[in-house]
């Protein structure tokens, strides 16, 4: 069965320093992972996604992530927090399989303070 | 381009109604997911059209749950009989095509039963 970990619940930041986000997953065969933002009373945005090729990705908002195969991760990272970064981030999986169907983890709140 | 809609953005109901939620998919999008947010589950998968395939059903958690897809486009998921615990808002996602592709967030419709 496919399940993805985010060990935290709340990360805190100063603006300026670097940010990461921790996900963990696990699924049969390649996946697919994805991360997205969700600001208060808003819908999911898409932030960026690893289908296959280069381990790192980059994204919107200057957001990127590295898949790392052999530790099951996908981290979302930031060179310099913004305090308009706020907001709650969840990392998803999907597999070839699956129709596209995503499995989330809890989300992360991320508090970027000035 | 227009995103994905839902209707209504709020909905209060009185336990043992039934309810119907609308989504409509960005235009030419072939995949529309449904999914529910809710503080003990967080983001939970429940239904999956693709094009004219049998959707996969296998998230919805009791056959009070139900969601068809008209002429490839609009989706209405409709709750028998509406319990404490539905409440949770619910989310519509639609992508192009198939299992790689971004899903697009539509802004949720929040479901309180009382």
């Known amino acids: 069965a496919q399940s993805v970990a985010q060990p935290e619940d709340q990360v805190n930041v100063a603006e300026g320093n670097p940010l990461t986000v921790k996900c963990t997953y696990s699924?049969?065969?390649?996946?697919?992972l994805f991360w997205y933002v969700q600001y208060p009373n808003r819908g999911l945005q898409f932030l960026l996604k690893y289908i296959t090729g280069d381990n790192l990705v980059k994204g919107s908002y200057g957001f990127e992530a590295e898949f790392n195969k052999s530790q099951t991760s996908f981290h979302l990272k930031k060179p310099s927090a913004l305090v308009s970064d706020s907001a709650l981030y969840f990392c998803?999986?999907?597999?070839?399989?699956?129709?596209?169907?995503?499995?989330f983890g809890q989300g992360t709140e991320l508090s970027v303070k000035p | 381009g227009a995103g994905v809609s839902q209707s209504p953005s709020n909905k209060v109901t009185e336990k043992g109604k039934d309810v119907e939620l609308r989504c409509d998919p960005i235009?030419?999008?072939?995949?529309l997911y449904w999914y529910r947010q809710s503080l003990g589950q967080g983001l939970e998968f429940l239904i999956y059209f693709q094009g004219n395939s049998a959707p996969d059903k296998s998230g919805l958690p009791s056959d009070r749950f139900s969601a068809e897809r008209t002429g490839g486009s609009v989706s209405t998921l409709t709750i028998q009989r509406t319990q404490q615990e539905d409440s949770a808002v619910y989310l519509c996602a639609s992508a192009r095509a198939g299992s790689t592709d971004t899903q697009y967030f539509g802004p949720g419709t929040r479901l309180t039963v009382l």
């Open positions: 235009s030419g999008h072939t995949a």
């Open positions: 998803a999986v999907s597999a070839y399989n699956q129709g596209g169907k995503l499995i």
């Open positions: 699924v049969s065969g390649n996946p697919y």
